[in-house]
């Protein structure tokens, strides 16, 4: 199993370099949420934040690894995530979105993904009904962490087993679709 964390601070509209360490302390990865331009930004502000959603994951080099981004069309809403070095797509999308707490589903066409969503305990990613991998923030209040604003300590785990090891593909659907949400 392969381990990493990250602190993201508690304001969602963040848009700085969040570093992804590994178990070892090193940084494997950059989180960063983008606008497109500055109104997109402003306009985004009048909405709490949640309209205008993209995350990229960069590499040590700021590169572009993979990115997730909201979309929303005639009352639909879903997520699009696309792997920068291949430009292979997953449609990542809500089932049961308005009754309690929704399944996520993400495919790329070939494999079907289950995102369970908590919001107290460990976010499962499952294939077959078989965890691959699992995601986790537990928020601090700023006082604890010795900061003005509190800020979210964040987990990622990734079996063994899961057919996708690269890490930037869980932590950009996760911070879309679970950090900030629909």
């Known amino acids: 199993m392969k381990s990493y964390t990250y602190t993201h601070p508690e304001a969602i509209e963040y848009t700085g370099d969040v570093p992804v360490l590994a178990e070892n302390g090193q940084v494997v990865a950059y989180s960063r949420r983008v606008y497109d331009n500055f109104l997109k930004r402003t306009f985004d502000k009048t909405l709490d934040f949640r309209y205008f959603l993209k995350y990229d994951v960069l590499d040590h080099n700021r590169q572009q690894l993979f990115t997730v981004k909201k979309i929303s069309r005639r009352g639909k809403l879903w997520f699009e995530g696309v792997e920068a070095a291949t430009k292979e797509k997953y449609l990542i999308s809500y089932e049961n979105w308005r009754i309690g ?75 879309a679709t679970l950090f900030v949400g629909a």
């Not at 969503?117 to 995601?135: G, N, V």
Request: proline share 4%.
């Open 101 to 175: 707490i929704p399944t996520l589903y993400i495919t790329n066409g070939e494999m079907k993904i289950v995102l369970e969503k908590e919001f107290e305990d460990w976010s499962r990613f499952l294939i077959d009904q078989e965890e691959i991998a699992k995601w986790k923030a537990e928020y601090r209040e700023g006082a604890a962490v010795g900061k003005a604003n509190g800020e979210f300590h964040i987990s990622l785990q990734i079996n063994d087993n899961s057919p996708i090891q690269q890490p930037e593909f869980f932590i950009a659907i996760c911070q």
